[in-house]
């Protein structure tokens, strides 16, 4: 996993695990490196899970380093965001955040969320 500048964490088992299936599922559909832009970094709603250390944000930028490279389709980041909720299970929350218009995906949030 590979960490935008400023992105930081803490790594509890919740984030161990995250990070683990966040490797499988994206060299297998994005064929790269998991980029993370937000751990506990970042501005995020007042009750985020972000600021207790149990909340995550993935780029979908095509090359993690360059956005001039385009981003992932919304049917590439849905496909993805399925497959990584399957590994990493029923405690875990996957979002897709897309942009005000719809047009294109922002990021992926995931959290543990146990419910
Ligand atoms: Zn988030």
Known sequence: ??????????ANRHFLHFADCAEIATRKH??????????????????SLHY?????????????????KGRF???ACENFAADLRVILGVLYDVVV????TGAYVTHIHTEYDPR
């Open 30 to 47: 994005f064929k790269r490196e998991p980029w993370l832009t937000a751990g506990v970094n970042g501005s995020h709603s007042g009750n």
């Open 1 to 10: 996993m590979r960490f935008v500048k400023g992105a930081q964490v803490v």
């Open 73 to 75: 389709s919304c049917k």
């Open 97 to 100: 955040h897309y942009d005000k």
């Open 52 to 68: 207790v250390f149990k909340a995550w944000d993935l780029r979908v930028w095509k090359d993690g380093e360059d956005s001039s």
